[in-house]
């Protein structure tokens, strides 16, 4: 029999109403009380549906403003949802954070009192579990200093023992294992394994991948207020992943798109290819080795004349050589790709990066400019040190 | 969180703030008593001695106090319960309960000084020449009705509070007129007769005067005596008509609170 979800969302949205503060003085404070003010809306949960059921060790996983904590928030009902339902079966603990009420002024027996009452636990019950709470904590011999003179680490150890004492099926955490050492970490774990075991639920919201990959069954991926991803912790966990790698080369695209390439447009760069003396295409190249390469690209319009130019750079920045067709004097023929043929390639081993120019007569008034067109990387046998490869000999010299 | 527990939460909530209210003082919890017999020195030499206004009221030191006392009262209840949600608002933010529990706690707070400060008020009337009767039971009403208000008032007040903080200033300023509208430092038989009736429609001098003669002299001016029945009913009224607002209002933006604070 399939069990029932012990929660279930229901294209839920969030839309917070930011306003623009913009009145600065009193009077125009005044002028403008019972006019509508200028909000910008942010749209913070977009449509999100999912169910979890009982037992469950459930992630949700994102990148910073994706939506998670305040997807946490309106689960525990702290933030009302703009649109859409939620049904719990069960008791929440409000675990969204630990220490919440935790007063520095107060002993450690006060403050357990009081977080314990904020937590949903009586005084009876406080009480009979007071030694257990800070025998967890191991903070027998502190009970009645002020909190404030305890370290952070101590504060969170606390914390979290009253914490887990909290009578719910379902518990909300929150980034919490970003505080604390390894040590607590591992305990906190092993608390949630044992909760786990008694049929609790557990929400984990997180930006650290590692620790929802060790521990939750199920993980929802949640990007811009909408859930990217749903399903087995592996198989999300890698999305992310993918998602987070995909935005960097994303930005490298641009700036090669936006700021790295010019020119009036009559030919465009296609690519180049290099191939060895094998004729078999490399991007790894050999320093002394011969290699030929070959620049492609499309005629968008008829052209009278072509040159071709490429720069090539370590990627430390140092120039290393161009060479163009102008100023061998070589005539190309328009509309056939090129080949530039170099014997002994003379770079040290690194990686390196080319510019490429597609020209009619003058240099800077370029078809096509492509900045950083591509890359490669050389590996050399040579035990020489610099960007080049020598062909030399050392002589005693009288 | 279990219903039953939400209890707790409101006490442990009154009892730290409580505490906190006098943690790091040497004398304590000492300082809810002497707080009030201080001013209440200061108002009696300038008052009874300065301007003679003892002479318009029997046992004029015990009536002075007992104002002083109940008059702390109401201004720590609606000042702490309007602040409360405010200060609360990092738990706001995070856990989830009925959010009129902290305006509970906050008016419980200053309800604890206020039993202290009773002590005092009572010790005064043990040693003046005042018969406690049967009728110093009529007491607990009045006082159930003097809470009743502060509640509706704080609930309003931290509402609206959330909103505007210009309502620290406007009730400081409101607190500063009602302190002289009301008869605490001086006797109602030095006030013009034709003006007595009109003080008399507000709530915190019928519930001042009340008190006084319950616990004093029957010879006080009371909503009784100086608008009498059924047109004082009209006081009550507006007393529940104050905390039915107060609950509507807070729970229709109760909700909210956490977004908005």
Redesign the interface.
Known sequence: MREEPIIKVKNLTKV?ELPHERYSTMKQHFVNFFRQKYVEKLKALDNVSFEIKKGEFFGIIGPNGSGKSTLL?IL?????PTSGQIEITG?LS?F??LG??F?P??SAR?NV??NA???????KE?EDRFDEIIKFSELEEFVDQKLKNFSSGMQVRLAFSIAIQA?ADILLVDEVLAVGDAAFQQKCFEVFRTLKKVGKTIIFVSHQFNAVEDFCDRVALLHDGRIRSIGETEEVVRKYQQMTLAKRSDTVKEITTVDKRWGTGEVRFKSIKIYDENSSEVSLLKSGQNYSFILDYTLKKRVDKLNVGIGVYSVQGAYCFGVNTKMDGYGLDVGRAVELQIDSFPLNEGEYYYNVVFFGDEETQPYDWVGEAGRFVVESDFLQRGVVVLKYRWKNSN | ??K??Y???T???AL?DF??KY??SILGYVWSLVKPLLLFGVLYVVFSIFFRFGEGAKNYPVYLLLGIVMWTFFFDGTMNGMRSIVIRG????????PKIIIVIAAIITAFLSFLLNLIVVFVFLAFSKVDLTIYALAFIPIIIELVILVLGISLILATLYTKFKDFMHIWEVGLQVLFYATPIIYPISLVPDKFVKFMMVNPIAQIFQDARWALISRDVTTSWSAISYPKNLIILAMVLWLVLVGFFIFSKSA??F??EI
């Open positions: 917070f928030k525990a009902q702290i933030f009302q008791t409000p969204i954070e919440v009420g007063n002024e107060l006060d009192f009081l009452a904020v937590l949903g636990l009586s005084k406080t009578q | 969180m279990k039953t527990n209890f707790n939460l006490l442990q909530m730290t505490k906190l943690a790091g990092d738990l706001i933010r995070k856990v989830n309960f909700k909210n956490a977004e």
